[in-house]
């Protein structure tokens, strides 16, 4: 872990969190947070080598992980590695859906199915994830007292809080996940006890992300950051633990931008 914990250690004692996206960057920084702070850990994801690399780096840490080879683009893809997780690892208590689809586009250039194919990992994905969680996420699902609802997290973005250059497809998408979470953390936090939430990063640092998008790290553009730094994974890491433990108790519908203050400060002129 790069910094020390500010949470007790047996924070996610006895639970089990799923991650999608869960094997690199900032999803392999949150399942090894939670996976430190006692969770059992289930990561989804599409290429094998990836996900057998960060099951092994998980269990060199003590944690109890699983990884499962899917794409959230297929339906059946999404209730397996609920089931799997469900199987193997007795529970459900946490979905996070980091799973995304990004390039840099000039909408002159993006063709409709470009636009369809980030739609459907972004938002399609994390629709079908929470839909194939809801049954075991519920109050009183397996392994559940009756009065314990699981938690929903999907990372999102701030691209369309304004707009963003070349970034059409995701500016839309990440849109409408953080309608799904309104809308689920409505219905859902009434109905069956699930809190559902979203953190949308900033510039994070050592991501594939932020590798594929280019982004220029460079000291002098940081302080235009209001915080006057990058982010690091730890930062959103931190955040996870917090909404998806007791401690976020009370945050539903809640999209958590966690990037310095960055989409509100404009450059000092
Ligand atoms: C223009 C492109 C393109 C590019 C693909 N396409 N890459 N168009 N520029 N760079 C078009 C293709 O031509 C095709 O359209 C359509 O998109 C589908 O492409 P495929 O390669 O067949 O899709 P697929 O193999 O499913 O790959 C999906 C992908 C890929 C999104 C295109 O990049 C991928 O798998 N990415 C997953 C990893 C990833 O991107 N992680 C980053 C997450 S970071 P046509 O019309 O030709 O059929 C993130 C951060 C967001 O999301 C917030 C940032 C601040």
Redesign the pocket.
């Known amino acids: 872990m790069a910094t020390k914990s500010f949470f007790a250690a047996d924070l996610f004692e006895g639970k089990v969190a799923l991650l999608t996206?869960g094997g690199s960057?900032i999803g392999l920084e949150m399942s090894t947070y939670f996976g430190r702070h006692g969770a059992k850990i289930a990561i989804m994801g599409?290429r094998k080598e990836v996900l057998d690399d960060a099951v092994k780096l998980l269990a060199s840490q003590g944690i109890k992980a699983i990884g499962f080879q899917g794409?959230v683009?297929n339906k059946d893809d999404c209730t397996r590695a609920v089931e799997t997780t469900v199987d193997e690892l007795g529970r459900l208590d946490i979905l996070v859906n980091g799973?995304?689809?990004?390039?840099?586009?000039a909408a002159e250039?993006?063709?409709?199915?470009?636009f369809?194919?980030?739609m459907d990992?972004?938002t399609l994905g994390t629709y079908q994830m929470c839909y194939a969680a809801l049954h075991y996420l519920k109050r009183g699902g397996k392994g559940k007292q009756p009065h314990e609802g699981g938690v929903i997290l999907s990372?999102?973005?701030?691209?369309h809080y304004t707009a963003?250059w070349y970034?059409i497809h995701?500016s839309a998408a990440?849109a409408a996940v953080d309608s799904i979470t309104r809308s689920l953390a409505l219905e859902w936090g009434t109905d069956f006890g699930i809190r559902v939430n979203g953190i949308a990063?900033?510039?994070i640092r050592d991501?594939?992300?932020?590798d594929?998008?280019s982004?220029d790290f460079d000291e002098k553009i940081a302080k235009n950051i209001p915080l006057g730094r990058y982010g690091d994974k730890h930062d959103i890491a931190n955040c996870a633990l917090f909404i998806c433990s007791e401690a976020g108790g009370y945050i539903n519908g809640a999209t958590v931008p966690v990037d310095g203050g960055q989409w509100v400060s404009k450059v000092r002129m």
């Open positions: 996206g960057g599409r794409d683009r799973a995304a689809g990004n390039f840099l586009c250039d993006l063709s409709p199915n470009a369809k194919t980030v990992i972004d990372i999102s973005a701030t691209l963003s970034q995701v990440k990063p900033g510039p991501t594939p992300g932020m594929k998008l982004v």
